[in-house]
């Protein structure tokens, strides 16, 4: 075992040790290698359960966070997710090391080119668009998913209309200094949603986020 396959292992296991129980979400943590998504000068703490930096004032979010997000999804194999924040695509990698159909949106074009060419070079089959996520790729809707890991001052209609029945949105809303994680199900017509307090994210920036200064 390399040191970094040690390191995702204990990985998991603090994730376990916090909480998160889907085994499959955590057989894939394990296995996708977060080493390559973060900035060369980083890689040495690429396990830490920590946010990082990534280029353009970004961050790739910390494990936890991607854990509990994916997890509160309830994604099975085949279920087609729509990531907005598409960032160092390892959110993206995740959902389809667990057999999603990811779709995913980022909007700094240099992000959506570095992140499409790693997800290809790693061999993860993921539509990656460039482009103002805050409208949803209605082309391809509904989704049995939404997970958006930018933070946004409300939740944006569009992504509501672009569930599918049963579907469910996780998306941090508060704002700019703490949000919340609100999860809302789609049943028919209604949405019952439920927060979880306590995180922390870059700014959703859009036509339905926040204004860009
Ligand atoms: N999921 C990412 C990963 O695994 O590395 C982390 C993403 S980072 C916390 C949030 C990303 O959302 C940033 O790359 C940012 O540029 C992007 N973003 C912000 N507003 C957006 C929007 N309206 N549409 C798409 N992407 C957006």
Not at 9 to 19: C, D, H, I, N, S
Not at 84 to 90: D, W
Not at 164 to 179: K, M, S
């Amino acid at each position: 075992m390399n040191r970094f396959e040690k390191e995702r292992v204990e990985m998991a296991e603090l994730l376990r040790q916090r909480g998160i129980r889907n085994e499959s979400l955590l057989k894939a943590m394990m296995n996708v290698e977060r080493e390559q998504f973060v900035l060369p000068a980083f890689m040495n703490r690429a396990y830490d359960d920590s946010a990082l930096p990534i280029a353009h004032g970004q961050t790739i979010s910390q494990p936890y966070t991607v854990a509990f997000q994916t997890e509160q999804l309830r994604v099975g194999k085949d279920s087609k997710i729509l990531e907005i924040g598409t960032g160092s695509g390892y959110q993206a990698a995740v959902l389809a090391e667990m057999g999603c159909r990811v779709f995913t949106i980022e909007r700094l074009m240099e992000l959506h080119l570095e992140a499409r060419k790693l997800l290809e070079k790693l061999g993860y089959h993921v539509a990656a668009r460039c482009g103002d996520g805050t409208i949803g790729w209605k082309e391809y809707a509904p989704y049995d998913g939404i997970i958006v890991t930018a933070a946004a001052p409300d939740v944006p209609q569009p992504l509501l209309e672009q569930l599918a029945d049963g579907g469910r949105l996780v998306i941090p809303v508060g704002n700019l200094d703490a949000q919340s994680i609100r999860v809302i199900t789609r049943v028919g017509e209604r949405f019952e949603s439920q927060d979880a307090e306590g995180f922390k994210f870059v700014p959703l920036i859009g036509k339905e986020g926040w204004k860009q200064r």
